[in-house]
């Protein structure tokens, strides 16, 4: 499948089964949208007839340019064919193994944010903190589970996993000293809200954690207007100096600086430049996940912005990089040559599978954005996967299960989406979301676009 | 290829011979939690 697009001064041709990327001129790029649907000879009185009077554009060229095609043809560079479904269901059928849990170690927090999927952290339920004899089951449950797979992740996840801080550091203990007896590799990541970070959570997170996430929206009015602490004041003032201690501290390790952005802020790009002036460098920032009642839900009217927003951040980007005060944004990290094989590709993100969920009284979900609805509870750490039914159902989830992805350039990117963005959106998780595919595809565009233009600066 | 510029990338379809090792980042355990984007993860395979 061939997705061709123009961005930014670059005529861009992505062969998607292949993961080719193509870099065209004007004429190139016309005459592959004509390739497959007309002979050569038709293509040629098109060409001629649309660049006329252009010197350099002659019967000649055309046909040399037909000749390149074919040969990108015959390589498997270009309309390469769609030869992956079977594989899609056959691998993942195979796979049985967990390789990574989110512990919800804490369903309380000490923000009360009023956008929060998880209910200020409750997830539509008690509140409540991981007891350390439940962390340690989920533990041994995802070791038991794991088979061969070396690499194996934990997310400390909430409400706010720093207030469950005692548990989390014996649950690291506990997994330093099971790796050894099991020849396994736990990578921690912890996300939070900084409240509060302190110099000895600091110490041990950039000792300990692979990744740590830290939440903030961006500009000081726009994170306070929904990021605020149960008095109504904005939390600000309050995280962005430890977030910088922390950082500071971390030794060039992972984070991310992760903030949303919502009808409000449809000029996001503006919060992600205030984090990077800041000084934070890999930088993150989703559209929110809501009803779409809710007063800062995103609207369709928002999406032409959003979509220039991206294009402007992607522009910025560049720009800033050559300057010599670059950053990182999550969605437009691609690495065109060491990339995820195809497997990866096509599998989707693993939920109900190879990722789930534990909640603090040791139930499994599929994944975090389940946790509260009792239809997706899976089992527990002690008795395993029980529901098989619903296992089933997450197991069908890859990049070829949904008829609305059939003919979407960009499924070998998002391997089908997000089976809860798809069960918000539609009520099943084999929907499509489809707000949110037109936002993804416009990412992988501007990703694509950056990549083109370091290989052109180089 | 005058007109046509190929950039290097990862052939897919050859990837296929040694792939699916599942070592690599499960894709929602970093910074995302709301998406599924499975093309900037890192390929963590050793014998491909």
Known sequence: ?458 | MERIKTIETRDLKKSAAAGGCGECQTSCQSACKTSCGVANQQCENKKK
């Open chain 1, 1 to 458: 499948m061939v997705h061709q697009y123009k961005l930014n001064g670059y005529n861009i041709v992505l062969d998607t089964c292949s993961g080719s990327v193509h870099v065209v001129d004007d004429v190139a790029y016309d005459i592959i949208a004509l390739y497959q649907q007309h002979e050569a000879e038709e293509i040629v009185k098109e060409i001629l007839s649309k660049y006329d009077g252009l010197p350099d554009i002659t019967r000649e060229e055309v046909l040399l340019c037909l000749e390149d095609i074919r040969a990108l043809e015959k390589a498997g560079k270009l309309f390469s064919a769609d030869i992956y479904e079977n594989m899609a269901f056959d691998f993942k059928n195979r796979s049985q193994v967990v390789k990574a849990l989110c512990l919800h170690v804490a369903h309380t927090c000490n923000l009360n944010c009023s956008y929060c999927f998880a209910s200020q952290g409750k997830y539509q339920g008690d509140r409540a903190l991981m007891s350390f004899e439940v962390g340690k089951q989920a533990f041994d449950f995802l070791i038991a589970n794991s088979g061969s797979r070396r690499n194996l992740e934990v997310d400390f996840f909430g409400g706010e996993p720093l207030m469950n801080w005692e548990v989390v550091k014996r649950l690291v203990a506990y997994a330093r000293e099971q790796e050894k007896l099991h020849d396994k590799n736990f990578r921690f990541t912890l996300t939070t809200n900084g409240m509060l970070l302190s110099d000895e959570v600091d110490d041990f997170l950039n000792r300990e954690m692979s990744n740590v996430v830290l939440s903030l929206d961006g500009r000081k009015e726009i994170h306070d207007h929904l990021r605020k602490d149960y008095a109504g004041r904005g939390s600000y003032d309050a995280i962005v100096p430890k977030f910088k201690r922390l950082v500071e501290k971390r030794g060039g390790k992972n984070y991310y600086m992760r903030g949303t952005f919502t009808h409000n802020n449809v000029d996001f790009t503006n919060d992600i430049f205030h984090m990077a002036d800041l000084g934070f460098t890999e930088l993150s920032m989703e559209p929110v996940v809501c009803a779409p009642t809710d007063p800062y839900a995103l609207t369709e009217e928002d999406l032409p912005e959003l979509f220039r927003q991206y294009e402007l951040l992607a522009e910025e980007m560049i720009r800033r990089k050559k300057a010599g005060n670059g950053f990182v944004f999550y969605h437009y990290m691609l690495d065109l040559k060491n990339g995820p094989c195809i497997y990866k590709r096509i599998t989707g993100c693993g939920s109900g599978t190879e990722y789930m969920a534990v909640t603090p009284w040791g139930e499994l979900f599929p994944c975090h954005q389940f946790v509260g609805d009792p239809k997706y509870s899976l089992g527990n750490i002690w008795d395993g996967v029980t529901n098989l039914a619903v296992q089933e159902e997450f197991r069908h989830c890859n990049a070829y299960a949904r008829p609305e992805c059939r003919d979407c350039w960009a499924k070998l990117y998002c391997s089908g989406g997000c089976a809860a963005n798809a069960y918000h959106a539609t009520g099943k998780i084999s929907g499509v979301y489809e707000y949110g595919c037109e936002l993804f595809k416009k990412r992988i565009e501007c990703a694509v676009m950056m990549q083109v233009a370091e290989s052109e600066e180089a």
